[in-house]
């Protein structure tokens, strides 16, 4: 299925048209993105792999969200109404304060402080399955919305599934 032009393919619907050929051997290299992803805490949410060039998207991974949430409290790195069981987990609230606070620091610590080494590390990935060309990396960074999920989930005391 063939996505709108500036879109990226999601990475289990391979697609070929004007913008160059699909990459042979590509369910292996879409395990291998997977892993690599896996292996630093992100997933694998596109990928248009093809010759000239190739675009990656990734995303938290919502366990290791979930993981960092759960230190944070442990460590006593809360919103300020936190004792306050009847507070509201939403927006405007000093929940949803800390909640985008959050994830401005994961988005400068684990995202754009990491990204030219990821890129890298794609790239040599790519190559290694016979890719030689441009590699456009995307990394989405976490919504205070998302953190304040994770942030319900450990004030109710809900388990978290793991895996992602």
């Known amino acids: 299925m063939d996505e709108p032009a500036g879109r990226p393919t999601p990475a289990h619907e391979p697609s070929d048209d004007a913008r160059g050929t699909t990459l042979p051997d590509r369910a292996d290299l879409l395990a291998a993105l997977r892993a690599w992803a896996a292996e630093h805490g992100l ?10 060039a190739s675009s990656v998207t990734l995303a ?11 230190d944070a409290v442990a ?7 936190w004792d306050d069981d009847t507070a509201a987990l939403t ?7 800390w909640s ?7 988005d400068r610590h684990r995202i754009v402080g990491r990204r030219d080494a990821h890129l890298r590390a794609l790239t040599g990935l790519l190559a290694a399955h016979g890719h030689h060309g441009a ?6 960074g976490p919504t205070p919305r998302h ?3 994770h942030l319900a989930e450990v004030r109710t005391g ?3 599934p793991t895996g992602g």
């Open 135 to 140: 590699v456009e990396l995307r990394i989405t």
């Open 60 to 70: 938290p991974d919502p366990a290791v969200l979930h993981a960092l949430t759960v």
């Open 75 to 81: 460590r006593g790195d809360v919103p300020a109404d």
């Open 147 to 149: 953190i304040l999920e």
């Open 91 to 97: 927006e405007g609230t000093p929940a949803w304060t």
């Open 43 to 52: 997933v694998l949410a596109a990928a248009e792999l093809r010759e000239p």
């Open 100 to 106: 985008e606070a959050t994830a401005r620091a994961y």
């Open 158 to 160: 809900r388990p978290r």
